[in-house]
């Protein structure tokens, strides 16, 4: 472990877990990384850093198309889960409502500006709800770009987080015109993104969490929606430091082959490295609060002969700076040690093991899900079935009770499921929403 934070900052800390030992001629490290945040947030009892919310601002985006008229008791949840949200606002944060349809307009304050939030502002917000009202389509884009303008008067490292809710499809807009948008906005904002009812597709909204380094979820029923919304809301005033960066550095003639996120969900960082000096790179991890996550490295290293040693790589957190430079917070090292021990060199490291089954897992039901959709339903129960011997497998009791819903299990240890019958949308999509949630390893 090794931290090297500034007094009265959060502390971040660095761990590795990894079998360094390798066989003769073996190339491929992996280790588990876990980086914990400590000495700010909202778990330690405390208000974050900046308790005044000066260095944040939220911006909640409602889809007001004409679904969101049916029924009628959609809308007026999503007013009452925004102005449940805005109750749960520090003050000082900078915050403001957009109305989401084939355009984006802005519901409070207007004028291109973030108001502060205090009694008076919060007050003036819920009325100005008011005016959501539903018409028109849906074009996600113009929202995401309008909350970047409006995020734009924000200063360097501010904690800058969306909230994103739709009930239906992207259809007035390209899906280029999305990609274009999210490509900007990617690294500048996060956001969490919820889907109300079950006319939505998951793919959609979690390709839109997954470039702004946000959740995503699915709120079956409207009335749900005000919790939700406290809930992500409160999470969001959690954090405390923004624009975390996961830096990689490697030795000569070694590759990094992939880096995960593994835990709380499974989110694939390999294509969002960012050159950051001689043989290193920036892989970004978004705002963080008190709260610890686990990432999965795997290096090519030249391969080595029995008795031989290397540093793999240098994983460090580190706060990149627009000159180049950067505030190292902590960092560890994955190493690799040549073996002619049969028993070191094929050991499994247990948290390796449990976090490559996770993503696995998540793999499975959406490929499961997909095929059944395609009508394949040998390969859909043979997916789902894997699925469930690997949540049984890896105790990921959530994710096994979902398929629950969606498969008759009838030997868990191996596998052996049948598709229930009339299964709802809701249940179904569900389970694909939340497959990228993974269970830590018990230690």
Same mark, same amino acid.
């Given at each position: 472990? %090794?931290?090297?934070?500034?007094? &009265?900052?959060?502390?971040?800390?660095? /761990?590795?877990?990894?079998?360094?030992?390798?066989?003769?001629?073996?190339?491929?490290?992996?280790?588990?990384?876990?980086?914990?945040?400590?000495?700010?947030?909202?778990?330690? =009892?405390?208000?974050?850093?900046?308790?005044?919310?000066?260095?944040?601002?939220?911006?909640?985006?409602? @889809?007001?198309?004409?679904?969101?008229?049916?029924?009628?008791?959609?809308?007026?949840?999503?007013?009452?889960? +925004?102005?449940?949200?805005?109750?749960?606002?520090?003050?000082?944060?900078?915050?403001?409502?957009?109305?989401?349809?084939? $355009?984006?307009?802005?519901?409070?304050?207007?004028?291109?500006?973030?108001?502060?939030?205090?009694? !008076?502002?919060?007050?003036?917000?819920?009325?100005?709800?008011?005016?959501? +009202?539903?018409?028109?389509?849906?074009?996600?884009?113009?929202?995401?770009?309008?909350?970047?303008?409006?995020?734009?008067?924000?200063?360097?490292? !501010?904690?800058?987080?969306?909230?994103?809710? *739709?009930?239906?499809?992207?259809?007035?807009?390209?899906?280029?015109?999305?990609?274009?948008?999210?490509?900007?906005?990617?690294?500048?904002?996060?956001?969490?993104?919820?889907?109300?009812?079950?006319?939505? $597709?998951?793919?959609?909204?979690?390709?839109?969490?997954?470039?702004?380094?946000?959740?995503?979820?699915?709120?079956?029923?409207?009335?749900?929606?005000?919790?939700?919304?406290?809930?992500?809301?409160?999470?969001?005033?959690?954090?405390?430091?923004?624009?975390?960066?996961?830096?990689?550095?490697?030795?000569? &003639?070694?590759?990094?082959?992939?880096?995960?996120?593994? %835990?709380?969900?499974?989110?694939?960082?390999? =294509?969002?490295?960012?050159?950051?000096?001689?043989?290193?790179?920036?892989?970004?991890?978004?705002?963080?609060?008190?709260?610890?996550? @686990?990432?999965?490295?795997?290096? $090519?290293?030249?391969?080595?002969?029995?008795?031989?040693?290397?540093?793999?790589?240098?994983? !460090?957190?580190?706060?990149?700076?627009?000159?180049? *430079?950067? /505030?190292?917070?902590?960092?560890?090292?994955?190493?690799?040690?040549?073996?002619?021990?049969?028993?070191?060199?094929?050991?499994? &490291?247990?948290?390796?093991?449990?976090?490559? =089954?996770?993503?696995?897992?998540?793999?499975?039901?959406?490929?499961?899900?997909?095929?059944?959709?395609?009508?394949?339903?040998?390969?859909?129960?043979?997916?789902?079935?894997?699925?469930?011997?690997?949540?049984?497998?890896? =105790? &990921?009791?959530?994710?096994?009770?979902?398929?629950?819903?969606?498969? /008759?299990?009838?030997?868990?240890? $191996?596998?052996?499921?049948?598709?229930?019958?009339?299964?709802?949308? %809701?249940?179904?999509? +569900?389970?694909?929403?939340? !497959?990228?949630?993974?269970?830590?390893?018990?230690?």
């Amino acid at each position: 472990m %090794a931290s090297l934070s500034k007094p &009265n900052a959060p502390r971040f800390d660095v /761990d590795i877990f990894q079998n360094e030992y390798l066989a003769e001629g073996a190339r491929e490290v992996n280790a588990i990384v876990t980086v914990t945040a400590t000495g700010g947030g909202t778990s330690a =009892g405390r208000l974050p850093a900046s308790a005044d919310g000066g260095d944040a601002a939220v911006v909640i985006m409602i @889809d007001c198309s004409g679904s969101m008229d049916y029924p009628a008791s959609k809308m007026r949840n999503a007013r009452e889960a +925004t102005a449940a949200a805005i109750d749960t606002l520090r003050d000082g944060v900078a915050f403001a409502v957009v109305a989401g349809t084939h $355009e984006a307009a802005e519901v409070y304050p207007g004028g291109g500006e973030l108001a502060v939030a205090d009694p !008076s502002t919060r007050a003036a917000a819920r009325t100005a709800l008011r005016r959501l +009202t539903p018409m028109g389509g849906t074009a996600i884009g113009t929202w995401l770009a309008l909350a970047q303008r409006l995020f734009e008067s924000r200063p360097e490292r !501010s904690i800058r987080h969306g909230i994103l809710l *739709t009930d239906g499809r992207n259809e007035h807009e390209k899906p280029a015109d999305l990609q274009a948008v999210l490509e900007r906005a990617a690294g500048y904002f996060t956001a969490d993104c919820r889907g109300v009812g079950t006319d939505w $597709e998951v793919d959609e909204l979690r390709r839109i969490s997954s470039a702004l380094l946000g959740t995503v979820d699915i709120v079956a029923e409207p009335s749900g929606l005000a919790d939700d919304f406290r809930a992500m809301m409160s999470t969001a005033m959690g954090k405390q430091v923004a624009d975390v960066a996961l830096r990689i550095w490697t030795p000569a &003639n070694a590759v990094v082959k992939y880096v995960k996120q593994v %835990a709380p969900s499974v989110e694939d960082l390999t =294509g969002r490295r960012s050159g950051a000096g001689p043989r290193a790179g920036d892989y970004p991890t978004g705002s963080w609060g008190d709260e610890s996550r @686990d990432y999965h490295v795997c290096v $090519e290293v030249p391969a080595a002969t029995v008795g031989d040693e290397m540093l793999a790589a240098r994983v !460090s957190l580190v706060l990149p700076r627009p000159d180049g *430079t950067a /505030d190292t917070l902590s960092q560890g090292l994955v190493r690799a040690v040549w073996t002619d021990d049969l028993a070191s060199s094929t050991r499994i &490291n247990q948290q390796v093991a449990h976090y490559t =089954g996770q993503a696995e897992l998540a793999a499975s039901i959406q490929e499961g899900l997909a095929a059944h959709r395609a009508g394949d339903v040998d390969r859909a129960t043979a997916k789902l079935g894997a699925a469930v011997r690997l949540a049984h497998v890896t =105790g &990921n009791d959530g994710t096994f009770r979902l398929l629950e819903k969606v498969v /008759d299990v009838v030997d868990p240890k $191996e596998g052996t499921v049948r598709f229930r019958k009339n299964v709802s949308e %809701a249940d179904s999509m +569900t389970l694909e929403t939340r !497959s990228t949630k993974t269970v830590r390893v018990k230690r």
